[in-house]
């Protein structure tokens, strides 16, 4: 047995808990690991609550990444204690995940651990951290260099939003913030962000072609915000989309695309292949200020994990939560 939080779906309905877990649930998998830290993600909030349909099999393990020590291996590549971190492959969602004590995958899915990062760390960063960091290497691989003007950072004070300023701030672009939290605006700047403005600016139907501005946008919002950030990229810039806190739609025209060559990447951290991982996870190595990241992140226990999976949902979170899995 050991503990964990374990969602459930019966007839009292969706429920999560903290409570002690038979390994039986554990799924089946070629490694076991000994789950040091963890972390809460917008989608962990999803499927902790159950307000959008994140979980496929019950009962599940949430927690879309961990960091630990490989405990038990049949897989060639891992041997007991060997140290190693995990985002997406539908763990969390699919396949029990991160929030409890053991984890058992495939060792297909596993990345060592960095050697420039803790265990710790690495969950700080963890799969917000790791998708910013594939959107500023998307950024990057288009083309937009920290000359060609303003970058546009949406849902700053997030996850996603707070790593990706700390990058682009170290890699010399000028970041300006799109936030719901003026009041963060402090926060934001000591991350790197040269300047901040109000989300509700991005927030409802603009026209299909506005004032060029953004070089490049890193885009956690989704819906009229992504629209509206598509419409203001200059000519020939690039728009990395990997959120949907403000919505799943996207209530945009071509006119960006085909009037001013603007580029939409789509980016995807679950499936990501392992050698994009890889070079993410070096970049995070080289070109994250481990101060930044300390200022970002906030502990918490496993006991916690429930009560601010709702905080996160609710916008009140501001930068990482990571979570102390061991008791
Ligand atoms: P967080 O909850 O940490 O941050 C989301 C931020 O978005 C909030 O802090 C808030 O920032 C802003 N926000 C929240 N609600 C709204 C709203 N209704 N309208 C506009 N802005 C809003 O989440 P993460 O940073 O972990 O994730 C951000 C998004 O990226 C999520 O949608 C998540 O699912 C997605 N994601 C996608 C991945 C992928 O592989 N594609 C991987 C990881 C995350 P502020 O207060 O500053 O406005």
Known sequence: MFQGILINKDEAGYHAALQAIDEAVLPAGDVTVRVEWSTLNYKDGLAITGRSPVVRRFPMIPGIDFAGTVSDSQHPLWQKGDRVILNGWGVGETHCGGLAEVARVKGDWLVRLPEAFSARQAMAIGTAGYTAMLCVMALQKHGVLSTDGEILVTGANGGVGSVAIALLARLGYRVVASTGRPAEADYLKALGAESVIDRAELATPGKPLARERWAGVVDTVGSHTLANACASTRYGGAVAACGLAGGMDFPSSVAPFILRGVTLYGIDSVMAPLALRQQAWN?????????????????????????????????????????????
């Open 283 to 327: 970049r995070l190595a080289s070109d994250l200020d481990p101060e930044k990241l300390a200022a970002m992140t906030v502990e918490i226990g496993l006991a916690d994990a429930i009560g601010e999976a709702e905080k996160l949902l609710a916008g009140q979170v501001r930068g990482r939560l990571v979570v102390r899995v061991q008791s």
